[in-house]
């Protein structure tokens, strides 16, 4: 089982770096913030980062200083608002 996991991470790690070259991606992208993508990218949804509830991506480093009960609660605008008009 772990074998068939390290393959799957390393299937979606070469499709991050393919999108990475092929598109513009901004130098800001760091190693931590690309491990964080491969685990919301996974393609089991059962291995995804939050498959195991909302504290999994609370507590996930990249998303550990976001005060989530000041979102939660509107006292804070958000860092990114999708557009909901298409």
């Known amino acids: 089982m772990h074998v068939t996991r390290t393959a799957d991470f390393v299937i979606i790690f070469i499709r991050i770096i393919v999108i990475c070259y092929l598109m513009?991606?901004?130098?800001?992208?760091?190693?931590?913030t690309l491990c964080?993508?491969?685990?919301?990218?996974m393609k089991d949804p059962s291995k995804r980062l939050?498959?195991?509830?909302?504290s999994e991506?609370?507590?996930?480093?990249?998303?550990?200083s976001i005060d989530w009960k000041r979102l939660e609660a509107?006292?804070?605008?958000?860092?990114?608002?999708?557009d909901v008009t298409i």
């Open 57 to 64: 991506v609370q507590e996930h480093p990249l998303f550990k």
């Open 74 to 82: 509107g006292k804070m605008k958000p860092l990114f608002e999708p």
């Open 36 to 41: 964080s993508l491969m685990q919301l990218l």
């Open 24 to 32: 513009d991606v901004p130098s800001e992208l760091t190693k931590p």
């Open 50 to 54: 939050g498959s195991g509830g909302t």
